[in-house]
């Protein structure tokens, strides 16, 4: 650590202490929680399978066209690769089914197996970086209709389901492949761009294929593949009816014993989602986070240290809730370098854990308790302007990573060296 950062980061903990935060242990602790790195980021939500026809996009665009978008698994690789040595803490991987390697062969989504995600595992152990799973219902010709798992022609919701339980035992075995369990998350695009004559048919219909391929589905060991069930108000093609509401998913996974995944920008506009932990973990056994920075809907634009980040981890902070809250970031922007785009997100998200971890809650809670509204509020305002900067620079330099204001050398160097070439 630099004599200049080791100076400001003593007289930092010098002031946190004062407030009884010991900035050691927050330090410690902030490196330590594991970030699910999205996949997604480098390659604009292509995938890498082989299809035997063009599909439209099923509700998830990337605007964009900034060269170097990763054009195979390897490419992808080399990506994340970057991203590590600009992020510091904890990272894993999070992958869709479409980054599947088939050796340029076609192979339908329902035949997935473990082997096309061979090089995937043998990545994260060389790395010492765990993977997270998620199924792909959309981009398929079987998903144009706009339901998937809650169609109403059992053809269809068939293969889905199929697709569903062939995602979760390749989670299976990436957990096996790494030593820790895998978060495998069901997020399904069905709904309707108008209203609807009939929204009871589609609930029933994806009860029906949730509980055939995950709820009551037997051959995945639960303990390695851990199941979430991922909510949205409305999405593009979707915008008046979503089959998997947060109502709906919530009263799901509560009642079958799921993991209920709450994504920051699948929310009313207006909505932020810190108020909603305190209401659903005396409840939920565990919730999964994907962090990522709506504007006016549910655009993904690549997550910074905003208000709704901080308020989302001092609620998780203030309720000791760290054990049973999984993190993933969930955003793509293809306007900018993408590296940078992984780089600024993940480093905001790794912030945002480390300013809570250094909020006083418990003198919170004391003057709370006695009544002392006022110096509650005081004190909640006056900790923007501690001298936060120099604990964070001071968490970069313990894991090696570069500080604020550095890494883009790296990224433009990367540019140069590798994103250019694939233009």
């Not at 144009?144 to 068939?158: C, E």
């Not at 709506?294 to 809730?321: C, K, T, Y």
């Amino acid at each position: 650590m630099q004599a200049k950062v080791r100076k400001a980061y003593a007289l930092a903990r010098a002031e946190y202490a004062a407030l009884g935060v010991d900035t050691e242990k927050a330090i410690r602790k902030a490196l330590a929680i594991p970030i699910s790195m999205h996949g997604w980021q480098a390659d604009d939500v292509a995938g890498f399978e082989v299809q035997a026809a063009g599909v439209a996009s099923g509700g998830i665009l990337a605007t964009g066209n900034y060269p170097g978008r990763a054009r195979t698994g390897a490419e992808a690789r080399a990506d994340y690769e970057q991203v590590l040595k600009l992020v510091p803490g904890r990272l894993r991987l999070n992958l869709h089914a479409i980054y599947a390697e088939t050796g340029g062969q076609v192979v339908e989504r329902d035949e997935l197996r473990p082997r096309h995600f061979v090089q995937w595992m043998e990545w994260g152990r060389k790395h010492k970086v765990c993977l997270d799973f998620n199924p792909t219902f959309f981009a398929h010709p079987k998903a144009d209709s706009g339901f998937t798992l809650s169609s109403t022609d059992p053809a269809i919701r068939k293969f889905w389901v199929r697709h569903a339980i062939a995602c979760r035992r390749i989670a299976q075995a990436m957990a096996k492949s790494q030593g820790a369990p895998c978060v495998i998350n069901h997020w399904i695009p069905d709904g309707a761009k108008d209203f609807p004559a009939d929204r009871w048919t589609h609930r029933a219909l994806l009860t029906k294929s949730l509980d055939e391929a995950v709820a009551r589905e037997t051959s995945v060991n639960k303990t390695l593949c851990v199941d979430f069930v991922e909510s949205k108000l409305f999405g593009i093609g979707s915008e008046e009816y979503v089959v998997g509401s947060a109502e709906y998913y919530s009263s799901y996974a509560l009642s079958r014993g799921l993991g209920f995944c709450l994504d920051m920008g699948h929310w009313h506009p207006t909505e932020t989602i810190h108020d909603k932990l305190s209401a659903l973990l005396p409840f939920h056994q565990r919730l999964l986070i994907h962090v990522s920075r709506p504007m006016r809907w549910d655009s993904d634009h690549v997550v910074v240290f905003n208000d709704d980040l901080r308020h989302l981890f001092l609620e998780i902070q203030r309720g000791n809730a760290w054990p049973r809250v999984a993190l993933a970031t969930d955003y793509f922007d293809a306007s900018i370098n993408r590296i940078a785009a992984y780089t600024i997100g993940l480093r905001a998200t790794r912030k945002a854990i480390l300013y809570a971890l250094l909020d006083p809650s418990a003198t919170l809670r004391r003057l709370e308790a006695g009544g002392d509204n006022a110096g509650r509020l005081a004190l909640m305002d006056e900790m923007k302007t501690m001298p936060f900067g120099a604990v964070w620079a001071a968490l970069c330099g313990r894991a090696g990573a570069p500080a604020d204001h550095a890494w883009m050398r790296d990224v433009q160097r990367y540019e140069r060296r590798v994103l250019s070439a694939r233009r």
